[in-house]
Structures are given as structure tokens and as C-alpha cells.
């Protein structure tokens, strides 16, 4: 910004103006006029951006549109730059914890789910697994690292695709492990690929998996009373 010279009265002594608060950022300065408004350029810059955001978009939108290359490249210089990613990861987390944005995101999800049975299936077991891990590592066990653990997904998937009940879409199922995992020993790498084994899943009808988990939850209770 211009920065005006500095006024004199006649017996030589600098003009004293009154200290202001920026239009922009609030802050105390000392202005060089009267009718300064801004402390600094940055200040004076964001404030113009803001009283023509919509012709600078337009103008910018316009430029990129005749300059693709010079656009792209910086983009890719910008981007690159450890202060800009830092920024743009913030933004993002904001952004994705605003309510809006979480319900049109849930409700995507939850459309997918209905149409894409694969999708749901990958997502279940996904969520369960990680469950798992979490758990024992919050209660300080050891558990075999995510990159360690032999659970395949992907055929797991395949598995409970190819034995869908042909009424899935009338009656609710659950992916219910045969072998319960109460059963197993978590935080034994062994135990936890046996546990997630292709063939220890299937689809059991919702009200037959809840009664199931009861007694598997009994059944633990009284084996570590003993």
C-alpha cells in the first residue's frame, strides 16, 4: 500500500494523529493520515478481496481458462509447499466436522450401503476388525500390527457374496462369525488370523445373531468366574 509522507505543521513539528483500530484486524496502530484505515498491506489486501470477491473470482476464472498451463503449474508449485498443505489440511478437517457436510456424507453412505451389497460387506468387516485392534491396544495389549495381520477382505467378501441369502433384501442379516470372537485369544497373531479366517464367516438372520451373541456373552462370563 502507499504509504502517504509524513506531514510537518509550520514550525516544523510532525502532525500527531490518534491512534486507530485496523478495519480490518482490530488492532491498534498509529496511522500515517487521517484517513488511514489499515496497519498494513496484508491487511489492506484481505479487506479489497473481500469488497470484490466477486469479480476476482471472475477474473481469475477467466485467466485460468486462457493460461491452463501457467495455472496448472502454479497450482502444483503452491500445493508443494509444506505452509500451504499444513493450511489446506486444517481447512479440510473444519470443513468435514460441519454438520451439512456430515449428513450429506452419512447419507451418501448410507444410500451406497442399500445398493451396493459388496460395499457394505467390505465396510462391515472393515469396522470390525479395526474395532478389535483398537480395543486391545486402549486396554495396552499387544496386538499384531494392521500390515501383520493376515486378514484378507477382499475374500472374505467374495466369501459371504457367493453364500448371500437369496432373501437378503426381504430379511435382515448379520455377518456372524461361527467361531464367536469372545472365544479367541486377540492379541495371539494366530489366534486373531483364526479368528478372521475366510470361513469362519457367515450371514445368520439378525434375531438369530443377537440370541447367539447373548449366549456367547454368558458362556465367557462363567468360563472367567471359574
Same mark, same amino acid.
Given at each position: ?52 470477491? @466477486?469479480?476476482? /473470482?471472475?477474473?481469475?476464472? $477467466?485467466?485460468? =481458462? #486462457?493460461?491452463?498451463? &501457467?495455472?496448472?503449474?502454479?497450482? %502444483? *508449485?503452491?500445493?508443494?509447499? @509444506?505452509?500451504? /498443505?499444513?493450511?489446506?489440511? $486444517?481447512?479440510? =478437517? #473444519?470443513?468435514?466436522? &460441519?454438520?451439512?457436510?456430515?449428513? %450429506? *456424507? ?6 451406497? /450401503? ?11 468387516? &472393515?469396522?470390525?476388525?479395526?474395532? %478389535? ?94
Amino acid at each position: 500500500m502507499y504509504k502517504k509522507k509524513q506531514r510537518f505543521k509550520k514550525n516544523g513539528e510532525p502532525y500527531q494523529y490518534k491512534d486507530k483500530n485496523c478495519s480490518e484486524c482490530r488492532e491498534l496502530f498509529k496511522p500515517n493520515s487521517n484517513v488511514s484505515k489499515f496497519c498494513c498491506l496484508t491487511c489492506y489486501n484481505r479487506n479489497r478481496r473481500k469488497r470484490n470477491a @466477486d469479480a476476482i /473470482r471472475k477474473y481469475n476464472y $477467466e485467466y485460468s =481458462k #486462457k493460461n491452463p498451463i &501457467k495455472t496448472k503449474l502454479w497450482k %502444483k *508449485k503452491y500445493s508443494s509447499k @509444506d505452509s500451504s /498443505r499444513i493450511k489446506r489440511n $486444517e481447512w479440510q =478437517k #473444519k470443513y468435514a466436522k &460441519k454438520r451439512e457436510v456430515m449428513d %450429506k *456424507k452419512n447419507e451418501r453412505l448410507r444410500k451406497r /450401503r442399500k445398493e451396493d451389497i459388496s460395499f457394505k460387506i467390505q465396510q462391515d468387516i &472393515k469396522a470390525r476388525v479395526n474395532k %478389535k485392534i483398537r480395543n486391545y491396544n486402549e486396554k495396552g495389549k499387544t496386538t499384531p500390527p494392521k500390515n501383520q495381520v493376515g486378514i484378507q477382505i477382499n475374500l472374505i467378501v467374495n466369501h459371504l457374496i457367493l453364500n448371500l441369502p437369496k432373501d437378503w433384501r426381504d430379511k435382515k442379516y448379520h455377518i456372524d462369525h461361527i467361531e464367536p470372537l469372545c472365544s479367541f485369544d486377540l492379541t495371539n497373531k494366530e489366534q486373531f488370523n483364526e479368528a478372521f479366517a475366510i470361513n469362519n464367516h457367515r450371514w445368520l438372520l439378525a434375531e438369530d445373531n443377537l440370541k447367539k451373541i447373548k449366549e456367547d456373552r454368558l458362556q465367557s462370563i462363567k468360563l472367567l468366574e471359574k
